[in-house]
């Protein structure tokens, strides 16, 4: 008992000097987290490996856009798009040929290459964005935080039903644990993995045995500076999925009480 609450003294003092520290008891400027994107941007990205080196501007890519219809298995799997912008080696030539957005755009399930340059080729981080002023209207549900979007949600409800696959199945098995992952320091409360709100959307090997190793309990190495690196959770959750600022559909004892207007 006398032990007990020496290290939860010890964790208090430590959580306040760091508090103190950073000057402000508020958990978004305690951690630094990055300024979010405005929800009609946020999971945009602007593709430019190698376009302005050929004379063409560079290419807008919604992921809300996108993920309305196809899981991130279709993109991030079976396409072999890599989850970091510009290191996939995507090229005009490879498209045209049926890979990466050719296997799409095609003009059998969208627009194709040709003569659409603009659609892609706008350099515009805001493309899409008319598009998003549509979707506010839909009875959509609806979070404070990200894109505004709760996907789980909209899963669950059937409010969409993204495709898990163009052509190739996924073999993955079915698996619904749902985790606790206790943070080192016993007052912050516990971290929920849910895998069902996973696996709606992406495969095991899409996190087995990178970044997490199912055999061995790798937590104490996903801290929250870690996770900001873009490492972990970091992975999905700084820029497509719910981002971190959402403290508490992570940790569920904490408090938020933010909502959407209307919920
Ligand atoms: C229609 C295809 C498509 C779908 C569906 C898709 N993505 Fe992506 N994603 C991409 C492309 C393309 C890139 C950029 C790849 C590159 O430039 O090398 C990307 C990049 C990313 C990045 C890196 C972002 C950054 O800022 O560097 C993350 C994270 C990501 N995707 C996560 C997801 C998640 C999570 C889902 C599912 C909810 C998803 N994606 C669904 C095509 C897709
Ligand atoms: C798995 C299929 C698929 C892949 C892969 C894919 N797209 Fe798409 N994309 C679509 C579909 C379907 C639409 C139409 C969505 C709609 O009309 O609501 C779309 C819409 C778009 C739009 C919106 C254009 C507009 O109407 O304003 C852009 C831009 C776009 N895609 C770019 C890309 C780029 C760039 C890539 C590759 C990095 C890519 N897409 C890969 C299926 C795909
Ligand atoms: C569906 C989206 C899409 C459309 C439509 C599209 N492109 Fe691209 N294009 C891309 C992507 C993605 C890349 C890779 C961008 C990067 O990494 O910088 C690319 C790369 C390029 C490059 C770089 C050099 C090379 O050989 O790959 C050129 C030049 C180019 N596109 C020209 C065009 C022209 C001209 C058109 C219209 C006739 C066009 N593109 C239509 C998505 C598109
Ligand atoms: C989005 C990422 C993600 C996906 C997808 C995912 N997992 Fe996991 N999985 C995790 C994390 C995180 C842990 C906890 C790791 C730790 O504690 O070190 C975990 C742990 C596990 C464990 C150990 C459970 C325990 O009780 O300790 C098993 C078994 C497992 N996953 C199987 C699967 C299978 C099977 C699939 C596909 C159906 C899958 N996972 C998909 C992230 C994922
Ligand atoms: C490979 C991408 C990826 C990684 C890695 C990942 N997630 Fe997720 N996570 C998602 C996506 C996609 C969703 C669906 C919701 C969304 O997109 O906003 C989701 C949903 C969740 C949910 C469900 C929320 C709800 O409303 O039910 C929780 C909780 C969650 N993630 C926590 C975590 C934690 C904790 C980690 C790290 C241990 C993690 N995630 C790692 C992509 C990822
Ligand atoms: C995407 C999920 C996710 C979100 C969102 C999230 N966290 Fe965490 N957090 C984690 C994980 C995973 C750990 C490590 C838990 C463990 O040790 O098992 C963690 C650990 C922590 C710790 C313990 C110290 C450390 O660095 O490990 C603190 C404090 C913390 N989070 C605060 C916050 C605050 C404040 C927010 C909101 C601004 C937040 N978290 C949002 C997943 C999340």
Known sequence: ????????????????????????AGGTDFFNLPAPLPPDQYGNIVINRISTKNGVKPVSFSHRIHRMRYTCRVCHAELEFNMKTNSTEISESSSRSGRFCGACHNGKISFKHNGNCDRCHNGDMEAGGDKFAELE??????????????????????????????????????????????????????????HKE????????????????????????????????????????????????DCKRCHPGMKDDKKMPGL
């Open 1 to 24: 008992m006398p032990y007990q609450t020496g290290s939860a003294l010890t964790s208090a003092i430590l959580l306040l000097a760091v508090l103190i520290l950073a000057g402000t």
């Open 137 to 194: 209207k839909l009875p959509f549900p609806r979070t404070f935080y990200g894109d505004g979007i709760n996907w789980v949600e909209a899963v669950t409800q059937g409010k969409i039903t993204p495709l898990n696959h163009l052509k190739v199945k996924s073999t993955s098995i079915p698996f619904d644990k749902t985790l606790l992952l206790e943070a080192e320091w016993s007052i912050i409360p516990p971290v929920i993995f849910p």
């Open 198 to 245: 996973h696996t709606a959307w992406i495969d095991c090997d899409g996190c087995h045995p990178d970044p997490f190793n199912i055999k061995r309990k790798t937590t104490q190495h996903f801290s929250m500076s870690a996770i900001l690196r873009g490492e972990f959770c970091g992975e999905c959750h700084l820029n497509v999925a719910f981002p971190m600022n």
